[in-house]
């Protein structure tokens, strides 16, 4: 397992959740848009520091950013998507989006 590339996958899609692009989430956290690329794409690992400010900006627990593909149960997979469904809460075309592709699962 290659810790640096799973990492750099589970942020990618943790910033892709909350709808911010690199540059914003590199503004939030205070570094340049290329270590945000560079960490995304597995060639370089966050500070201390930045781990911090990374889970605090995405709003997760940091060891969400370590979880890769570890769930198992359905619970841990329906918090999952409801946590994916709140990041949408306050974007009305998402969140109708969601709601379609749901009931087209019915």
Do not use: C, H, W
Not at 31 to 56: H, Q, R, W
């Amino acid at each position: 397992m290659d810790l640096k590339k799973n990492f750099g996958k589970n942020l990618q899609k943790y910033r892709k959740y909350r709808g911010l692009t690199q540059e914003k989430l590199a503004e939030l956290i205070g570094v340049d848009v290329t270590s945000i690329s560079s960490i995304e794409t597995g060639k370089y690992f966050p500070s201390a520091d930045n781990l911090s400010k990374l889970a605090m900006v995405l709003q997760i627990r940091l060891n969400d950013l370590f979880e890769f593909d570890s769930m198992n149960t359905e619970e841990e997979m329906y918090k999952d998507i409801l946590n994916i469904i709140d990041s949408f809460k306050n974007d009305k075309k998402r969140l109708n989006s969601i709601r379609v592709f749901l009931k087209s699962l019915i």
